[in-house]
Nanobody, 126 residues
Framework: QVQLVESGGGLVQPGGSLRLSCEVS????????VAWFRQAPGKDREGVLG????????YHGDSVQGRFSISFNDAQNVMYLQMNNLKFEDTAVYFC???????????????????WGQGTQVTVSS
């Protein structure tokens, strides 16, 4: 059974850090391109950071450049989103996703990902 479970969300002050985890079961994460998306109330789902297996590179949304990064624990089939220097506007529900992408140009398009987690809330507030 395919399952993605996010954890690590919570309340953090501006400038703080959080690390989200996405534990995967039912498929080999190392064979899929992956991404983290987020969705704030009243807004569309936004691609935050992606990793395209075709070229082994990370791709990021403009709003998180230099602050967020993806990492993996292949042995445990887990991926992480490290978030540093968090800002108020980073407040959202964060989702991990996996899919068999054929191009890096579509990394931030939710429709190309076949597997999704349930989301974890991140709130940046003072």
């Amino acid at each position: 059974q395919v399952q993605l479970v996010e954890s690590g969300g919570g309340l953090v002050q501006p400038g703080g850090s959080l690390r989200l985890s996405c534990e995967v079961s039912g498929f080999d994460l190392s064979s899929y391109s992956v991404a983290w998306f987020r969705q704030a109330p009243g807004k569309d789902r936004e691609g935050v950071l992606g990793f395209y297996r075709g070229d082994g590179k990370q791709y990021h949304g403009d709003s998180v450049q230099g602050r967020f990064s993806i990492s993996f624990n292949d042995a445990q089939n887990v991926m992480y989103l490290q978030m540093n220097n968090l800002k108020f506007e980073d407040t959202a529900v964060y989702f991990c996703a996996a899919g068999r992408l054929r191009s890096s140009y579509i990394w931030n398009l939710p429709g190309y990902y076949s597997h999704w987690g349930q989301g974890t809330q991140v709130t940046v507030s003072s």
